[in-house]
Nanobody, 126 residues
C-alpha cells in the first residue's frame, strides 16, 4: 500500500507562486508515475500534471492546457516526492489539490489508481 503525504498549499495573491510536495511512503517499488489533480469549487476533478517516475520513460510529463507554461512538475528521487511548482497563479487555480501515484503512466492519467493523498488547499485572491 502506498501512502501519500501532501504539503505546500496556501493562500496567495494572483500572480504569486506556490510549491506543492507529495511524498510517497510504504510499498513504493511499483510506483511508476505520480501526479496532481485538482477540484475547483463547483467543478469536476481535473487532471493538472503527471510525471513518469519509473526507469522507462522517466521524466515524461503531461500537463492540462490551462496550466501549461505556468506549472512545472518534477520528481525528487531521494525523497520519492512529486513536486508541483505553480507560478503566475490565477484566481481560477483555486481548489483542493490531490496527489496520486500509480504503477503505469496511463493509470495516473486516467485517475484510476487507488493511491491518493488527502488533498491540500490552494486559494488565489484577486
Amino acid at each position: 500500500q502506498v501512502r501519500l503525504v501532501e504539503s505546500g498549499g496556501g493562500s496567495v495573491q494572483a500572480g504569486g507562486s506556490l510549491r506543492l510536495s507529495c511524498e510517497a511512503h510504504g510499498d513504493t517499488d511499483n510506483v511508476d508515475c505520480m501526479g496532481w489533480f485538482r477540484q475547483r469549487p463547483g467543478k469536476e476533478r481535473q487532471r493538472v500534471a503527471i510525471i513518469s517516475t519509473g526507469s522507462l520513460g522517466a521524466g515524461t510529463t503531461s500537463y492540462t492546457t490551462p496550466v501549461r507554461g505556468r506549472f512545472t512538475i518534477s520528481h525528487d528521487r531521494d525523497r520519492n516526492a512529486a513536486l508541483l511548482q505553480m507560478d503566475s497563479l490565477r484566481p481560477d487555480d483555486t481548489g483542493m489539490y490531490y496527489c496520486t501515484a500509480g504503477s503505469r503512466f496511463s493509470e495516473c492519467m486516467a485517475a484510476t489508481s487507488a493511491s491518493w493523498g488527502q488533498g491540500t488547499p490552494v486559494t488565489v485572491h484577486e
